[in-house]
């Protein structure tokens, strides 16, 4: 990118996610964007986004917007770009939720903000000083107390506290009776989460009965509802009984909502946030607001929303490193349960791998010695990704430890089937295949729903069977029968999870058997090791440029006779 000129009519209007507004014209090309530090020309204060995201380059073809590399992408009216012209209104995001926009404007001059920050609110306050001394006087104690209301922002209070003193300052400019913040439960159901009275004392929740009129009022019209004289209001509020039995006269409700984002399936327009709660205040004496009372409560509104937004946030990201932790741990126990380096046997020679798609897997895979000269092995899927699917691989090491302790492989398989069967709320089921050679080669198996081994002998390759079976835990009666077949020196068995086979590519076509057998085909000398690379490489030639969809695992078996 080079130096140029950039037209002056060109500005961007940073809306931060407390609603807040800046509007920063374009002075030169390319103009940088990027986390708040460094030489960004428009410093983001969110940690989310990269140090150098995005830069706005002006050329003889006009204005675009250029991704330099976020780690989420950017995204122009909710559709992702790496580079695109800008027109008059276009919203650029960055493909995080609660975080800023970029409003592109162009002319002589911004559009003005419009919602009722602190800033706005400091500079229409100056008309105060055409009115009566007292009335101004009040007004700029009122904003007094939204300015420290704002600095309760940056504070370290518990968020109670925080929260309590919002609503004692809102209680002061209204002078109401009481102030309650009423929040959304799991179900959707309002309930109190704090309750303030015009002393500043705290009040007990579980005896309020707030007027449910008001609220789904100003929940349903998504704007605040100020009525300063029930009698005077709708019969719908007058008639309330919460109204009535209380004898209120005045009551405030103002709904907050997270911050407003683009969505794409609005064509990139701005739509609110999800709720967050409601400012609900009332009184038994009839108020009276002023246009400024007005834009204080709607811009204390405004400061509330942020921090219970913030705190929201901040609950999401600690629940999101509990859940890696969690996951980190159940990944190293299941890294724990595979095969620690698989070493020869004196009749086998073995190697296998394992990538899981997500943190952990639902694959596993094993290889024991069985008798003095027999070793099994097994290599199994559960149905599904995730945590859910490594949970139940955690129960196959006792498949393969009920059968070296000389059970009988068909009663083994049996019994697990009926227990994942009779525990049907687990709603898995597995495809496994289970083999044991001796050292004069004879091998035999059981079969269950899996992807049939493909066996190279003297450079041919064909499949050990081609009928199926039915997985472990999907038919409490399904039926398992045990396979002898005669190996030859050096005949290789290559064991594969369908993450193999249905690895797709761009185009969203599989690799398939057809994929491996080339793969494998003629390959009769090369040690194991080198034929699962040669059958991991050509999977991920195919797969270039798609991410991986299921979990990858691969097990080679090639029986050798025994010295």
Do not use: W
């Not at 390319?30 to 428009?42: A, H, K, M, S």
């Not at 595979?338 to 694959?363: I, K, N, R, Y």
């Amino acid at each position: 990118m080079t130096e140029s000129s950039s037209p002056a009519q060109t500005f961007l209007e940073v809306v931060a996610p407390d609603g807040s507004r800046q509007t920063i014209t374009v002075t030169h090309s390319p103009f940088l964007i990027g986390r708040g530090e460094g030489d960004n020309n428009v410093q983001l204060t969110d940690g989310r986004i990269s140090r150098r995201c995005a830069a706005v380059v002006v050329n003889g073809t006009g204005c675009h917007i250029e991704d330099l590399g976020n780690r989420y992408g950017i995204f122009v009216n909710g559709a992702k770009t790496q580079e695109q012209a800008l027109s008059e209104g276009d919203v650029i995001t960055f493909g995080i939720d609660s975080s800023y926009q970029i409003i592109v404007h162009a002319g002589d001059s911004p559009e003005p903000p419009t919602q009722p920050t602190v800033a706005n609110l400091l500079t229409r306050i100056g008309t105060l000083s055409e009115i009566a001394g007292a009335t101004a006087s009040g007004g700029l104690s009122k904003l007094n107390l939204l300015l420290e209301a704002t600095s309760l922002l940056h504070s370290q209070l518990p968020l109670d506290s925080v929260l309590s003193t919002m609503l004692d300052y809102a209680i002061s400019i209204t002078h109401a009776d009481r102030g309650l913040l009423i929040e959304p439960g799991a179900t959707g159901s309002m309930h109190v989460r704090l309750a303030r009275g015009h002393k500043g004392e705290s009040l007990r929740v579980e005896t309020l009965n707030p007027s449910q009129t008001v609220i789904n009022q100003a929940v349903g019209q998504e704007s605040s509802v100020i009525t300063e004289d029930l009698n005077l209001a709708g019969l719908d509020l007058k008639s309330a009984e919460s109204v009535v039995v209380q004898g209120l006269r005045a009551v405030v409700a103002i709904p907050l909502y997270a911050s407003t984002r683009a969505v794409e399936d609005t064509g990139g327009d701005l739509k609110r946030g999800a709720l967050l709660g409601v400012i609900y205040l009332d009184s038994r004496r009839i108020a009276a607001f002023s246009a400024i009372d007005r834009q204080i409560l709607d811009a204390m509104a405004v400061q509330a929303a942020s921090i219970l937004d913030n705190a929201r946030l901040v609950e999401k990201e600690r629940e999101r490193q509990r859940m890696e932790q969690e996951l980190s741990i159940a990944r190293n126990i299941q890294q724990a349960l595979l095969p620690q380096g698989l070493s020869d046997f004196p009749h086998l020679a073995v190697t296998g791998v394992q990538f899981p798609c997500t943190e952990v897997g639902g694959d596993y895979f094993d290889v024991l010695p069985f008798e003095e000269n027999r070793t099994s092995f097994i290599i199994a899927d559960v149905s599904g990704k995730g945590l859910g699917a490594a949970l139940v691989t955690t129960m196959l090491p006792g498949v393969l430890s009920g059968l070296t302790m000389g059970a009988e492989p068909v009663k083994v398989f049996e019994h697990f089937n009926r227990f994942l069967c009779n525990h049907a709320q687990v709603g898995r089921y597995v495809t496994i295949f289970i083999g044991t050679i001796d050292k004069n080669g004879v091998l035999e198996y059981i079969k269950a729903g899996h992807p049939s081994p493909l066996l190279l002998r003297k450079g041919q390759v064909s499949e050990l069977y081609t009928e199926g079976s039915f997985p472990v835990g999907l038919i409490p009666e399904a039926s398992f029968e045990l396979v002898r077949l005669q190996l030859e020196p050096d005949d290789t068995l290559i064991l594969f999870s369908d993450g193999v086979t249905e690895a797709e590519n761009v185009h969203n076509e599989l690799f398939e058997v057809s994929g491996m057998i080339t793969a494998i085909a003629g390959k009769r000398d090369l040690p194991v090791e080198t034929l699962q690379q040669s059958i991991l490489d050509a999977v991920h030639d195919f797969t270039r440029g798609a991410a991986q969809s299921d979990d990858v695992t691969l097990l080679v078996v090639r029986y050798r006779v025994a010295q």
